[in-house]
């Protein structure tokens, strides 16, 4: 059964760092792209980013691009976000997702649980 | 804003079919995928490619695509299907991935 799960809930202030994870299991992790998807609180999805686990090859959204760095440790299964500075304005549900196949890269049949992560002072 | 247009909110008799649409210019190029999204859960894949169903996705859900606009059609909408439904695609420059900015479907 493939399955993605996602570190748990954060609370953190203004200018702190944040790494959020997000494991793969059930499948070969190194074979499929993982993708980042941030939805702020009543809003929408939104696309944050890809990586692909084999070479690391990764792209992000203009939007996203240099406010979050996604990483993966293939020894791990494990797939990262993170923030070296947050803002207020991060405060938001961060989802991982996994296409449904190879080489698809944005039909994402599997989810991880969410990681909500609270900004505030 | 997003190069993907949905209508924010749309709603449907019980049992009736509703068509949920998604514009932009991409589509014309890629395959569209359709997501349902209910309260306090994650996003789950309803239709993705052609119109191809996921596995325990019913047979309600299909897909559609002409020119710039890709469609979503349940037929016989169900009071479960109640629920904020987004579109994604790679966008016009083919190197990113966007999401529509999610209909609301109300069932009455």
């Known amino acids: 059964e493939v399955q993605l799960v996602q570190s748990g809930p954060e609370v953190k202030k203004p200018g702190e760092s944040l790494k959020i994870s997000c494991q793969g299991s059930?499948?070969?992790?190194?074979?499929?792209?993982i993708a980042w998807v941030r939805q702020m609180p009543g809003k929408g999805l939104e696309w944050m980013g890809i990586?692909?686990?084999?070479?690391?090859?990764?792209t992000y959204s203009p939007s996203f691009q240099g406010q979050v760095t996604i990483s993966v440790d293939k020894s791990l299964n494990t797939a990262y976000l993170q923030w070296s500075t947050l803002k207020a304005s991060d405060s938001a549900m961060y989802y991982c997702?996994?296409?449904?196949?190879?080489?698809?890269?944005?039909?994402?049949?599997?989810w991880g649980q969410g990681t909500l992560v609270t900004v505030s002072s | 804003s997003s190069e993907l247009t949905q209508d924010p909110a749309v709603s449907v008799a019980l049992g009736q079919t509703v068509r949920i649409t998604c514009q932009g210019d991409?589509?014309?190029?890629?395959?569209v995928s359709w997501f349902q999204q209910k309260p306090g859960q994650a996003p789950v894949l309803v239709i993705y490619?052609?119109?191809s169903r996921p596995s325990g996705i019913p047979d309600r859900f299909s897909g559609s695509s002409s020119g710039n606009t890709a469609s979503l059609t349940i037929t016989g909408a169900q009071a479960e299907d109640e629920a904020d439904y987004y579109c994604?695609?790679?966008?016009?420059?083919?190197?990113?991935?966007?999401f529509g900015g999610g209909t609301k479907l109300t069932v009455l």
């Open positions: 490619g052609k119109n």
């Open positions: 059930g499948y070969t992790f190194t074979n499929y792209w």
């Open positions: 990586i692909y686990p084999g070479d690391s090859d990764t």
């Open positions: 994604n695609c790679r966008d016009s420059s083919g190197d990113h991935v966007v």
């Open positions: 997702a996994r296409p449904s196949s190879t080489p698809l890269v944005y039909e994402y049949e599997y």
């Open positions: 991409s589509l014309r190029t890629y395959y």
